[in-house]
């Protein structure tokens, strides 16, 4: 469970449950602690997200637009856009230990190489190198890492 704080009246709180099939995300809109309205999506496997809840959240406001003044839209917006706090936490930790491959190495190969195992560590299957990364020079794996790391220390 997570609980997005919009404003001082306005919550959202966030829920996995397992399905017979898969997984759902829920997320309940409270208003001083009244629930306002609840939207759910469900997964077979895994979500497409920049941080656990975001789809939910984005299809919470979708259905709650009416309900909400301009001013609690932009803040829930602002919500959405911001993320989850302790998913971008995590991604942010990947991405500095990774980007310690700079200071840890000897030389622009052996550099790439630990940014590409912490990556690969960190994130899982989340992260994919093309299939020829074997065959690119140096500098062009380095370019590409840095941009991959750049995106997660943001």
Not at 81 to 91: E, F, V
């Given at each position: 469970?997570?609980?997005?704080?919009?404003?001082?009246?306005?919550?959202?709180?966030?829920?996995?449950?397992?399905?017979?099939?898969?997984?759902?995300?829920?997320?309940?809109?409270?208003?001083?602690?009244?629930?306002?309205?609840?939207?759910?999506?469900?997964?077979?496997?895994?979500?497409?997200?920049?941080?656990?809840?975001?789809?939910?959240?984005?299809?919470?406001?979708?259905?709650?637009?009416?309900?909400?003044?301009?001013?609690?839209?932009?803040?829930?917006?602002?919500?959405?856009?911001?993320?989850s706090s302790a998913d971008m936490d995590s991604l942010r930790g990947i991405g500095i230990v990774a980007k310690l491959g700079?200071?840890?190495?000897?030389?622009?190969?052996?550099?790439?190489?630990?940014?590409?195992?912490?990556?690969?560590?960190?994130?899982?299957?989340?992260?994919?190198?093309?299939?020829?990364?074997?065959?690119?020079?140096?500098?062009?794996?380095?370019?590409?890492?840095?941009?991959?790391?750049?995106?997660?220390?943001?």
């Amino acid at each position: 469970m997570e609980t997005f704080k919009i404003n001082k009246e306005l919550e959202v709180i966030c829920e996995w449950k397992k399905t017979r099939n898969g997984f759902k995300h829920t997320a309940s809109l409270m208003r001083n602690g009244r629930n306002i309205e609840e939207v759910k999506c469900n997964y077979l496997n895994r979500t497409w997200e920049r941080y656990t809840y975001e789809s939910v959240l984005q299809k919470l406001l979708g259905k709650t637009k009416q309900l909400l003044t301009p001013r609690e839209i932009a803040q829930f917006e602002a919500v959405i856009k911001k993320g989850s706090s302790a998913d971008m936490d995590s991604l942010r930790g990947i991405g500095i230990v990774a980007k310690l491959g700079e200071v840890f190495s000897r030389n622009q190969s052996e550099a790439n190489d630990w940014k590409m195992r912490m990556l690969k560590a960190g994130l899982g299957d989340g992260i994919l190198p093309p299939e020829d990364w074997d065959t690119l020079d140096e500098a062009t794996k380095q370019t590409r890492l840095d941009k991959a790391i750049s995106q997660l220390v943001k």
